[in-house]
């Protein structure tokens, strides 16, 4: 019966060629959506590598101010911890997590050459970020003295890196050396894809990296944060200070991923009922017109539901036909590494696509075929 | 082979009633071909489609090979119909979007017969109503006569003891219509058994027993 379905499909190729862009061009769309649903999805349930809850990042801005620049953030650094709501503090560069300043540079080892971010930051970083650390430990400001700067590296810049090889103490772009490996570092929240990182520390005598990023006690509240915003400005006359919580960047950064998702799926989601009705519409025109067809079918040995799965087949038949077109469209993103992301983003995506479409056109096809196995045969015979 | 026993249809809509048969007593033996005859209306097609199993009638009982089949469900209907019937229409009723030897192979695919075996039997029924040398060809490629010998092929390709024929020879000239009646009359020696349904008087007079209706009673 397959194969009769399929000369049926083939030889009315032509009537059904709109039908079948159609189809395609939902799949397209469909698995376009898909890829990036499948994509946040899959970074979302991998570890962000700290906790937000409770962190600040306190920027300060020196303005015209242009003297003794790192003895002054050192200060307030020292001001800051010595408030009894203060957990940890810790100097960063600006890219602190959650905003959106980026900062990344290439790091090679043994011919490797791996694009990896940067984050410039004290010793009491991973402490403040409660950031577990996997392998070796965190660096240390006595660990500046060596040759070699010290940074931690994330298990992603480890694999690409060194493989199976033993990271700690390797020496890397010739000037760093490996202390320890953290797990994950996704600064720009959950739905970033866990990249290379690496962790350097900052030179305390660099007027730059003038970020402090604290933990307070659960329950700190914004007249503290007024307390000691007024005492900063006290001590560095004439720096702006700009206070973040982690927890209000995150949801800013939460909506500039998500917001363009949902218009998507929005969009996608119209277009979709469209094509739901549209088939439904084709599938019924399609069998007022097929009446005496049925009518036949019934007199020759079809049963009433043996007629409905026949509309039911016609219809997966063609999405079948429909999908294949599109399969070799969107083979070619897993195949040629499209946007550099992992094969099995795409394959899944395109395994949800193909049983949504599926479901799709058999909802679409339901109805309309039920009508067609309720037509009475002798009836249909005599209106052709 | 078939018994009808006090049959009545009548088609009922919000405010008409229409008695299309009255009280047709009818029973046809094995082997015979029998021709229904009417002027239009009087019900010939109603009664040859309760005879097709493909209408119930609305009192009576009808007998197939001594089975009463107002119990039977839809599938056994349509096993029956598959298995025992082969119908002919006036109007063809051939698929135009499949060649002339995938139409004559629908039945057997209600049987679940094999590919091969399914090409093999549809090409033997068409041989033996003359179109061996069309059966690429589509519907639309065809004369009306080839279209019925397309029909008839397709009707006779399961073998079935039953040939039900509505005005098989109603769309045709009267060269097209003999050559179809000729055809029908083989079918009948070789021991199918025929009841058609016709307007012609000529071609009645070829059959073993004639049926004539008028306002839905039996009247010969």
Known sequence: ?384 | MINLTNIEKVYRTSSIETLALNNINLNIRKGEFVSIMGPSGCGKSTLLNIMGLLDEPSKGTVELDGQRVSTYRDKELARLRNEKIGFIFQSFHLINDLSVVDNVEIPLLYRSTNGKPRQTYAKEALEKVGLSNRIKHFPKQLSGGQKQRVAIARAIVGKPEIILADEPTGNLDSAMGNEIMNILQGLNDEGATIIMVTHDENMAKRTHRLIRLFDGTQVQ
Not at chain 1, 51 to 69: F, G, H, M, P, V
Not at chain 1, 133 to 153: F, L, T
Not at chain 1, 210 to 230: C, N, Q, S, Y
Request: charged residues 20%; aromatic residues 10%.
């Open chain 1, 1 to 384: 019966m397959i194969r009769h379905l399929f000369k049926l499909i083939w030889n009315k190729k032509k009537a059904h060629s709109l039908l079948l862009v159609e189809i395609w061009a939902s799949f397209l769309v469909l698995f376009g959506l898909t890829s990036l649903i499948v994509y946040n999805v899959r970074n979302y349930r991998e570890p962000l590598g700290f906790e937000y809850q409770n962190a600040w990042a306190i920027s300060l801005k020196s303005n015209e101010d242009t003297t003794e620049l790192a003895q002054k953030i050192e200060m307030v650094l020292q001001r800051v911890k010595a408030y009894p709501e203060v957990e940890s503090a810790s100097r960063m560069s600006n890219n602190f997590p959650f905003s959106q300043s980026s900062r990344n540079n290439g790091i090679d080892y043994n011919k490797k050459h791996v694009l990896a971010d940067f984050y410039v930051t004290d010793e009491n970083y991973a402490k403040t970020m409660v950031i577990p650390v996997v392998e070796g430990r965190w660096y240390r400001s006595a660990d500046s003295v060596g040759k070699y700067s010290p940074v931690v590296i994330n298990r992603k810049l480890k694999e690409e890196l060194f493989g199976d090889e033993k990271p700690l103490g390797k020496i890397i772009s010739e000037r760093f050396k490996v202390t320890g490996v953290v797990n994950t570092f996704k600064s720009k929240g959950e739905f970033m894809v866990d990249k290379p990182a690496l962790f350097e520390l900052v030179d305390a005598k660099s007027p730059w990296n003038d970020l402090l990023m604290i933990r307070v006690k659960p329950g700190t509240d914004a007249v503290f944060e007024a307390k000691m915003v007024k005492a900063i400005t006290t001590m560095v006359a004439g720096w702006s200070v700009e206070v973040d919580h982690l927890t209000d960047s995150r949801k800013t950064t939460h909506n500039l991923t998500l917001v363009p998702v949902i218009i998507f799926l929005i969009v996608s989601g119209f277009l979709l009922i469209n094509v739901a009705l549209g088939l439904f519409g084709v599938l019924n025109l399609s069998i007022a017109k097929r009446r005496g067809e049925i009518g036949l079918r019934r007199a020759l040995g079809a049963t009433g539901n043996g007629i409905s799965q026949q509309f039911i087949s016609e219809i997966l038949v063609l999405a079948t036909f429909a999908l294949l077109i599109g399969l070799l469209f969107a083979m070619q993103f897993p195949l040629m590494n499209v946007f550099d992301i992992h094969a099995g983003i795409y394959l899944t995506a395109i395994a949800i696509s193909v049983v949504v479409i599926y479901g799709i056109v058999t909802l679409c096809a339901i109805f309309p075929s039920r009508l067609a196995a309720r037509i009475q045969p002798a009836v249909a015979l005599h209106e052709e």
